[in-house]
Structure formats: C-alpha cells, structure tokens
C-alpha cells in the first residue's frame, strides 16, 4: 500500500514522459528523454560533488577546531563553486616522457566508473537511471573500472611516485573488492533479489540490517570498512600517502584532470555510502511501523529523496569522522587486515546468513505480524 | 527505455563530462611551454632512469589470490538469489566449494604468500 506524496517526483516524470510521447515520433520522443537524462545525472553528480567537497572541508575544520572555508559567500557556500572556476582555468601541464595516449584515457576511466554506479542509485521513487535486475553485480562491476583508470594513470605518468601509489592502489581496490561484493551477498542470500528497487520495496517493515540482525550487522560494518578502503580515503588512503608519496598515482596531473580524479573520489565516498544505504539501512523507504497507519502517513509526507539523502548523510558523516580519527596503515597491514581477518569472517558470516535464512529465523520471518511485507 | 539504451546513457554521460570538462579547460586555460616544467615531478634533481620497471612480486601474488576468489564471487551470486529456494542442498553444496577455495587461501597464509618481507 502506498500512501499519498505530496512532493513527489515520480508523478511529474510521468507526465513529462506521456507528454513527450504523445506529441512526438517514437524516435525522437526516446532520443529527448535520453539527453534529459544524461543531463540529469551530469547535473545530480556535479552538485553532488560541490556539496560534498564543502561539507567535508567544513567538517574536517570542526573537527580540528578551525573555521574552515568562510570567506567565499556567506559561511563559505560557494567556495566549492569558486574552487571549480578556478581548476578550469588552470594550466594542463604537459609532461615531456608520458605516455600521452594512456596519459589522457586515464581520466576517463575513473570518472565513467563513478558515473556509471551513479546511474543506478535509487534517489527516491522512480529516481533511478538504470535498474538492471543484476544491480548489485552490476555496481560492483562498473566501480571496480576505476581502478584501470588509476593504474593507466600511474603507469603513463613515468614517475616513481605515481607508479607505487598506482600498485597500492590497485592491491588495496582488488583486496577490498572481494570483501564488498561478499558482505553485499550476505544481503542476496536474505532478499532473494539483486534488483536495487525490489531490495528497497522489500525493507519497507525491516530494514535489512535488522532483519537479518547478527550476519546482516556484521556484514554492514565490513562493507562500510571495504568501501572506505576501496575509495582510497584516510586511514586507508596508502596510494597517496602525501608524506611518503607526494600524491600517488596523480602526482602528474594538473588542472582539470586533476580535477576528475578529485571529483571521482568524492563522488566514490557518496556511491559507497548510498549503496550501504540503500542494501542495509532501507534505501528511499520512510520509517515505516506495521499497522500504524497515521504513522506512515506523516512519514511518507517527507519526500523519498529526503530520506535517502539524509540516511546517505549519516554514513558519510561516519566516513569523514573515521578519516579524521584514525592514522594511516602500513600497505602490509592493510592487506592483513583484508585477507586474514574480513575474507575468512566474511566467508563464514555468509554461510551463517544462509542458516538464518532456512531456519526462518529472520525478523520477517519470525515476526511476520510485525515485519512482514 | 529499455535498459541497455539507459546504460549507454549513463556510459554517455561519463564520456561527456570528460570531454566538455577538458575542452573547456584547454580553451580557458593559459599556455607556456617550458622544458623544465615538463620534468618528472620527483625530487628537484634531474630524474634517473624510466619508472617503467618490473615491480615486486608480492603485489603479483595477491592478484593471483584476488583472480581465485573473485570468480567464486561471479559463481556465488546466482546462487545467493536462489539459496531461498533449494534449501538445505544448496548449503551443503556451497559449504564443499567455499571449504576447498578456503584450503586454498589456507595453503597460500602458510607457504607465506600473505607475509610481507
């Protein structure tokens, strides 16, 4: 059952959808709703990566008791905007012994990976470019792309420091690759579906990190560990350790392709955290209680967008609070850390999760009066 | 829109920014070339040598590793979608794969491929 929106954007697709196909040939009516949505996901992805790179910088100055950018508009608002303009029209710097072919493809690498898992976010109802009904193999598939783009990028730069901040990185990606795609499956196991909108349909009672309470808790924690090493950030951000590294594997970048692996790492922190919550803390679902229908009406009155951006917040917020808390690991420990503790612990807690799951000891399951679609 | 028409958008939309942002920074930007510029940024001193080297083995090793357990991934996650389903036989099934790929990370710790020297 669903409850009356008031804010909703779904209706106004439709309509924009019926508008343009009842005025206009198939083909082009198919080709404008294209671009429309090129447009829109462009647009979704670089606002995105303005907001977040002031919050962090505002949050990463609280954190440090400074005042952070406070110059540029009225609390520093636009300093993000400022910032772009200026990366535009900085120098591209060309470097004499690349490798200009791989030197230039790199770029493009990182940011269509990034852009591609943005695609098939659910950002409310009917907020979502691709769905396919593999879409958790398919965001692990188009994210792990990127780290072609970084190696490419270490490699053609011809400099020392670019090439080890490469090979960091791409030990750490493919280590803590293994561990994302095995704590997203504990959560296959329980829903039965990889479809991104039918795992959120499914949590409207239980989100899946109470349904499936011990395995799916677990599994969110090392997903969360897993995705902040994937998107090299501190404590794990080896490959461009600035003390050891200079900058890692973008050392030789200048301006606007600087600029692209700035905004892909930002935009990487989002993708993890809007995966997390989408797979574990219910996705665009509002809080919902069984049975309580006033309840669910107030809540469904905050749009689905609302919800899920406020979930995605919380989780970068715990992202940017471990960046800020913990020092950096050694590369050996980092990958201790991957194949001696979270592989074996994940392999288990997926075989525990399908004992739940056939016991029928999940909180659905057990409770369907309460939980129960 | 079918869904492999909204991948090549997406795929599309990546492209684009790349491109446009590149372009217009090329446009924007200003122009001087100067050898020394375009120097390795390393240490001040000229470089020695190419980076395009052979580089250690140990990051070879866990690719290896990675290559094993990422195509049980690929084979786990059929499986997981219809676990519900097939019940006890499923488990049982997957407990003797999963067993022999954990043997063979266990052989790897103790041979001391995950020990870094």
Redesign the interface.
């Known amino acids: 059952m669903n409850y009356k929106q008031p804010l909703e954007l779904n209706g106004l697709l439709l309509q924009l959808d019926l508008f343009l196909r009842g005025n206009l040939p198939p083909f082009w009516a198919?080709l404008i709703?294209?671009l429309l949505?090129?447009i829109a996901?462009?647009a979704a992805?670089a606002v995105i990566a303005l907001i977040l790179i002031y919050a962090e910088r505002k949050v990463t100055a609280f954190f440090q008791a400074r005042l952070g950018p406070n110059r540029v508009g009225k609390y520093g608002f636009i300093q993000s905007i400022a910032d772009m303009i200026k990366?535009?029209?900085?120098?591209?710097?060309?470097?004499?012994?690349v490798d200009r072919f791989l030197f230039?493809a790199a770029?493009?690498f990182v940011?269509?990976?990034?852009?591609?898992a943005?695609?098939a976010i659910p950002f409310g109802q009917g907020l979502q470019?691709?769905?396919?009904n593999?879409g958790?193999?398919y965001v692990l598939a188009v994210s792990s792309l990127g780290i072609i783009g970084v190696l490419l990028a270490g490699?053609s730069?011809?400099?020392?420091?670019?090439?080890i901040g490469a090979?960091r990185s791409?030990?750490q990606f493919?280590?803590y690759?293994?561990s994302a795609?095995?704590a997203l499956?504990t959560i296959?196991?329980m829903t039965?579906?990889?479809q991104l909108s039918e795992i959120v349909e499914n949590q409207r009672y239980a989100w899946n990190i109470f349904n499936g309470h011990i395995p799916a808790i677990v599994a969110f924690v090392i997903y969360l560990i897993s995705g902040h090493a994937e998107t090299n950030r501190a404590p794990f951000d080896l490959p461009e350790a600035e003390g050891e590294l200079?900058a890692g594997y973008h050392?030789?970048y200048s301006?606007?392709?600087f600029?692209?692996y700035y905004l892909a790492e930002y935009l990487n922190m989002f993708i993890i955290a809007a995966i997390a919550t989408t797979v574990f803390l219910g996705g665009w679902m509002p809080i919902q209680i069984k049975g309580m229908d006033a309840f669910n009406q107030i809540m469904w009155y905050i749009p689905s967008y609302v919800w899920f951006i406020g979930k995605t917040a919380v989780l970068v917020f715990i992202s940017l609070w471990v960046r800020w808390s913990f020092p950096r690991l050694r590369?050996?420990l980092l990958?201790?850390l991957e194949?001696?503790y979270l592989?074996?612990i994940n392999?288990v807690n997926?075989?525990i999760m399908?004992?739940i799951?056939?016991a029928g000891w999940t909180l659905t399951d057990l409770f369907p009066i309460l939980f129960g679609n | 829109?079918d869904?492999l028409?909204?991948?090549v958008?997406?795929?599309?939309?990546?492209?684009?920014?790349?491109t446009v942002?590149?372009t217009?920074?090329?446009l924007?930007?200003?122009?001087?070339?100067n050898?020394q510029?375009?120097?390795?940024?390393?240490c001040g001193l000229p470089t020695h040598g190419?980076?395009?080297m052979q580089?250690?083995v140990?990051?070879y090793l866990?690719?290896i590793?990675?290559l094993m357990?990422?195509v049980e991934?690929?084979f786990?996650?059929p499986w997981?979608?219809?676990?519900?389903?097939i019940?006890?036989a499923?488990?049982v099934n997957?407990?003797i794969f999963?067993v022999i790929l954990?043997l063979g990370?266990a052989y790897a710790?103790k041979k001391g491929v995950?020990?870094?020297t």
């Open positions: 198919s709703e294209g949505i090129l996901v462009l992805y990366i535009l029209i900085k120098e591209i710097i060309h470097i004499n012994r230039y770029p493009f940011i269509c990976a990034s852009v591609m943005f695609g470019a691709v769905d396919f593999i958790i193999v490699w730069s011809n400099n020392k420091y670019s090439m090979m791409g030990a493919i280590s690759e293994l795609a095995f499956m296959v196991v039965g579906t990889m200079t050392t030789e301006g606007m392709q600029g692209f590369i050996d990958l201790n194949w001696k592989l074996p392999l997926i075989l399908v004992l799951v056939l | 829109m869904n028409s909204l991948f958008i997406v795929l599309l939309a990546g492209i684009t920014l790349v942002g590149i217009a920074a090329r924007l930007s200003p122009k001087s070339i050898f510029k375009g120097e390795p940024y390393e190419t980076s395009w580089f250690r140990g990051y866990y690719a590793l990675f357990f990422d991934t690929i786990l996650f997981s979608t219809v676990v519900r389903d019940g006890m499923g488990l997957i407990l999963v954990g990370l710790w995950l020990k870094w």
